[in-house]
């Protein structure tokens, strides 16, 4: 699947991140997590600063409409992807699905052969087992929603 034409999208790590960026970041996950999806949680929570983030924005607009992070390492051969939001507007458009590939596909040319976690909501399951995500966890409370844990690869 490819992007849409009156989208953009890219890599950055956390200091080649503008000003507008971090904002426009941290206001759609605040907008999503936090109050549609009332879970009161730390957002800010140390870990941007080591993140690789990939960001999706209307061409036109400039408007960001989906994100993620990923992590590599600490330990060898690993990769986690987190964080992964969408605008209410944006769902069903298929961006989950490009965001998820350019997540696996960066951490398989960054740490080739790593095993690739989530922390997934569970309602989500399905749509992590298509991206080749297996479960590795029973259904758990994480701020007040069921998550189970999912890997992919090795």
């Known amino acids: 699947m490819k992007l849409p034409d009156n989208m953009t999208a890219g890599w950055a790590t956390f200091d080649d991140l503008t000003p507008r960026d971090v904002h426009d970041l941290l206001q759609l996950r605040q907008a999503i997590f936090i109050l549609e999806q009332t879970s009161l949680y730390a957002d800010i929570d140390g870990k941007d600063p080591h ?26 051969g690993e990769a986690r992807i ?3 939001v969408i605008a209410r507007e ?8 490009i965001m998820m590939q350019a997540g696996i ?13 989530v922390t997934a909501q569970a309602h ?17 409370l994480e701020d007040g929603i069921p998550h189970i844990d999912m890997m992919r690869g090795a």
């Open 51 to 76: 993140a690789r983030h990939y960001l999706i924005r209307h061409r036109d607009s400039g408007a960001l409409t989906g994100a993620i992070r990923l992590f590599t390492g600490p330990e060898k």
């Open 82 to 84: 987190g964080r992964v």
């Open 90 to 97: 944006a769902r069903g458009s298929g961006l989950g699905r």
């Open 105 to 117: 596909d960066k951490a398989e040319a960054l740490v080739p052969g790593c095993r690739i976690h």
């Open 124 to 140: 989500l399951e399905k749509f992590y087992n298509s991206l080749g995500f297996i479960t590795v966890s029973k259904v758990y």
